[in-house]
């Protein structure tokens, strides 16, 4: 729910400028439509980069040699789509503690196997596919826009045309630019609007908690008020649909406190045995920041990495799997930015 | 600006809806991913509505594209083959366990091999069985059986009772050699 709701904003507020029109046909590296002669390089650099690997495996860049063929090997089994779940976690552990110039090995060796055709048919595919494609993603997107319409009805007037898709006619020339940076800051206002009525619904209690409430009482205050009537209905959908649930194990709302006195925020991690996730839930946090949650084991000091997420606002949460085994009450959680510092944690070390 | 701002630039758009970020992104990868279709599910009109489906699920995810963990190929691709895997999956009446020490050279119903209906896939998909019949046994057996028919390591490694990293190392060497002997004949 949070999901689709995040995106129904993005679409309503954060428009960005549209991509490649404004560019020269062809001007984009990896069209694979008429460059035979590039398809055949990305082939000839991926049997360079096997060839290499293979070869050079017990003398790699960044220890371990059989954690380094065991990194190539993932991820080679990754673009062809079969690794399960724990695998797929021990090749993001041995990426990310692989030296920048490994990462990028790994990188440019991914693209090179996803773009072969070495088993691929000489097919190509009819050229109204494309009108078909663009079709079921409206569709999707109108089915999006239908599910969200209880919150967008807050503070937002929808006309007809607010809620197709950006067009691409809508962007060719002049007079249709100025009609859709019109259309643009019509778009702006109604995100105000929006943001406004938002928070005259629940900005009392939020900004309550965001002011008054210590960082750890905080994220168990929300919890609370969650539970609440006044609140609960629009809360949980800022925070997650499965919000009530993880918050009948009360005994596992884990505070994460910021590393640094500029982490002015606040974020909580809720587990339920219930489920094999965690709910974690912010308030204050900057937008746009990508971040990972771990969790560390306290008696070995082990990191599993859950899951990565942005925030898109300022109040909001996201539902993260946990793979068994990997959490316990125990374990320490912590938040780490996209440079690798760790910025909130929180757990029985710290309470 | 340079490729990986422009990908999360253009994914950006994506996830906002924007339909002309959308028409760029099918332009780039539409027909690797119509292949790839066509390759797993052996109907091309099977594939066209996998397409479909790809994309949509492209869009739904676009905000999740990190450029500094992968190139967009590799993302669309990868997200590609497991929509694939699993329509694959769906569709297919799966072969008992114990037909499958026939399936090598002998097709097992609903898979690619045996629905290909039009001429160009059948010959594809012959050219491919004499592809792979150049590799050792094991490696031939696992890309067949994985790679191609869609079951999981763990159901191919409890088939042969073996363990899971014997298949994930047969099937990531015959993928190899496999780009070894053909790679550059396939694309020159």
């Known amino acids: 729910m949070l999901l689709r709701l995040l995106r129904w904003r993005r679409r309503r507020v954060g428009r960005t400028p549209v991509v490649g029109v404004c560019c020269p046909q062809g001007a984009f590296g990896h069209c694979f439509r008429g460059t035979p002669s590039y398809i055949k390089s990305r082939v000839e650099r991926s049997v360079e980069f096997m060839t290499n690997h293979s070869n050079n495996s017990t003398k790699s860049v960044g220890g371990d040699s059989a954690d380094h063929a065991d990194l190539f090997e993932l991820a080679q089994l990754e673009v062809t789509g079969v690794l399960e779940t724990h695998d797929a976690m021990r090749l993001e552990r041995l990426f990310r503690e692989s030296p920048d110039k490994v990462q990028q090995e790994v990188i440019e060796l991914q693209a090179a196997l996803a773009a072969q055709v070495v088993l691929l048919p000489d097919v190509q595919p009819n050229r109204a596919l494309i009108h078909e494609v663009l079709a079921s993603v409206r569709r999707d997107i109108r089915q999006s826009d239908a599910d969200m319409a209880p919150i967008a009805s807050i503070g937002v007037r929808r006309g007809a045309a607010s809620s197709r898709m950006a067009t691409s006619e809508d962007s060719q020339g002049d007079p249709t630019l100025a009609v859709r940076r019109a259309e643009d800051l019509r778009w702006k206002r109604a995100a105000k609007l929006w943001r406004a009525g938002c928070l005259a619904g629940i900005g009392g209690i939020v900004v309550a908690v965001v002011l008054h409430v210590s960082t750890t009482r905080q994220a168990v205050r929300i919890s609370e008020l969650a539970l609440q009537n006044v609140v609960s209905a629009q809360l949980t959908s800022m925070i997650g649909a499965g919000l009530p649930e993880f918050l009948d194990q009360r005994g596992v709302v884990r505070g994460l406190v910021g590393a640094s006195a500029r982490e002015s925020g606040s974020v909580a991690v809720m587990m339920s045995p219930k489920f094999d996730a965690v709910l974690v839930a912010w308030i204050d946090l900057q937008k746009d920041r990508v971040l990972r949650l771990e969790a560390v084991d306290s008696e070995t000091a082990g990191v599993t990495a859950i899951g990565d997420f942005t925030v898109v606002n300022a109040v909001g949460g996201t539902r993260l799997l946990v793979p068994a085994g990997a959490a316990n009450l125990g374990t320490v959680w912590r938040l780490v930015d996209s440079g690798g510092n760790v910025v909130f944690t929180g757990g029985p070390a710290t309470r | ?188």
């Open chain 2, 1 to 188: 600006m340079d490729q990986p701002n422009e990908d999360k630039t253009l994914m950006n758009g994506v996830a906002a809806g924007h339909e002309a970020s959308l028409r760029l992104l099918y332009e780039r990868f539409g027909a690797l991913v119509f292949r790839n279709a066509c390759q797993v599910l052996g109907s091309t009109s099977e594939a066209e509505d996998a397409v479909q489906d790809v994309f949509v699920q492209i869009w739904r995810t676009a905000d999740r594209y990190d450029p500094s963990r992968s190139k967009l190929i590799t993302w669309v691709m990868l997200i590609s083959r497991r929509m694939l895997i699993d329509r694959l999956r769906r569709r297919m009446i799966r072969p008992p366990m114990g037909a499958l020490d026939e399936s090598i050279g002998v097709p097992a119903p609903q898979t690619a091999y045996a629905s290909a209906s039009d001429p160009e896939l059948m010959e594809h998909f012959t050219k491919v069985r004499r592809r792979m019949g150049e590799l050792p046994e094991l490696q031939r057996e696992v890309i067949d059986l994985v790679y191609i028919k869609g079951f999981s390591l763990q159901e191919v490694a409890e088939q042969r009772s073996m363990p899971v990293g014997t298949v994930k190392s047969a099937l990531s060497r015959g993928l190899q050699r496999l780009r070894e002997k053909f790679g550059i004949e396939a694309a020159g």
